[in-house]
């Protein structure tokens, strides 16, 4: 019999609907301890390993969670991992850990958009769906999974796009790997290839900046009088960047401070296609690093995570080309 590991950390799919003041909260005990009660010819446990809304949720927790995963699939003979999140940022925590745990054992994450006392909530549903990814042999070496509305994601591409629809979280340009259904979980596509760093802690504080039209030079000044690390901005469309920014983005690479490349757009990529005042052929002369189609918030936990191992800039331009 399978042997499979839930580990909560809160979000909706843990919280419930006040009756009288419509305020969705977190409970002290969580509803979706009954939930599983019902699912046979599997061992499971459960671990209350935190209990808070997934704005709360901070790198630290990650790192925490990603060598307790680590530690329960290698050490303690689990044969898969699910881990319930607010939708919010889960995104962010299921990127960190595809980049971070090393077993290839599965590892699943859900949550919910409906609390679990409203009408349609969504949150028992997408648990026992991820639990039966995990017990699949075919879940095996696909790196972290992201299962909602019965559908199997990719924690590379999988993005929450929606603010209250159940069928939020989209892979955008690539689609689902795999549906879950009555009768079992079947997969389509395979990911090409996973990136993994063994990292012991994070060191580096990286920020993320939205570029608009007509962008000053005055946000980008200021970030140059605080301590950072490394900056990760979404730039327009093919990757370009209004001409005052450069000068002060100038001084953070001078600085030695990785400045990595990401578009606003949601599909396609970022590339020095264009040659003027602030075009990605200027940018790339300077030395901004570009990407291959993650997102903003998912480049800042990859910079955070690959800046422990190397401050190199050719080499962060090939960890981000993958
Ligand atoms: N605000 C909630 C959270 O991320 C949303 C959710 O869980 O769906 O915790």
Redesign the pocket.
């Known amino acids: 019999m399978k042997k499979i590991l839930i580990i909560h950390t809160?979000?909706?799919?843990a919280?419930s609907e006040d009756r009288q003041t419509g305020a969705v909260k977190p409970n002290l005990e969580n509803p979706l301890h009954e939930t599983i009660m019902n699912i046979q010819a599997v061992h499971i446990d459960v671990e209350d390993f935190l209990n808070?809304?997934?704005?709360h949720i901070t790198p630290s927790h990650m790192i925490t969670l990603s060598k307790r995963i680590d530690y329960c699939l290698m050490d303690q003979g689990y044969d898969g991992v699910v881990i319930t999140?607010?939708?919010?940022?889960?995104e962010e925590t299921a990127y960190f850990l595809d980049l971070t745990v090393q077993s290839n054992k599965p590892v699943v994450i859900t949550?919910?958009?409906r609390s679990s006392n409203e009408l349609g909530s969504d949150g028992p549903h997408n648990l026992i769906s991820s639990i039966h990814t995990a017990m699949s042999d075919s879940a095996i070496d696909k790196g972290v999974l992201v299962v909602l509305n019965d559908e199997i994601h990719t924690a590379k591409n999988a993005t929450k796009t929606h603010t209250s629809n159940i069928a939020t979280f989209q892979s955008p340009q690539y689609g689902p790997i795999g549906i879950v259904t009555k009768r079992g979980v079947f997969f389509h596509h395979s990911p090409t290839q996973r990136d993994q760093f063994k990292v012991e802690e994070l060191h580096h504080k990286v920020l993320l900046l939205k570029a608009v039209a007509g962008m000053e030079s005055d946000i980008i000044n200021a970030l140059c009088n605080i301590h950072l690390d490394g900056l990760v901005v979404e730039a327009l469309g093919q990757g370009n960047l209004p001409p005052e920014t450069i000068k002060p983005l100038k001084k953070l690479i001078d600085r030695n401070i990785p400045v990595v490349l990401v578009s606003r757009c949601f599909n396609g990529i970022v590339q020095d296609i264009y040659g003027y005042e602030g075009g990605g052929k200027q940018l790339k002369d300077m030395g901004v690093i570009f990407t291959n189609g993650i997102n903003g918030q998912k480049a800042r936990i990859k910079l955070m995570v690959a800046l422990e191992r190397t401050r190199d800039v050719q080499e962060l331009q090939k960890i981000f080309q993958q």
């Open positions: 809160g979000g909706t799919i919280m808070v809304p997934s704005p999140h607010g939708t919010d940022t889960l949550g919910a958009m």
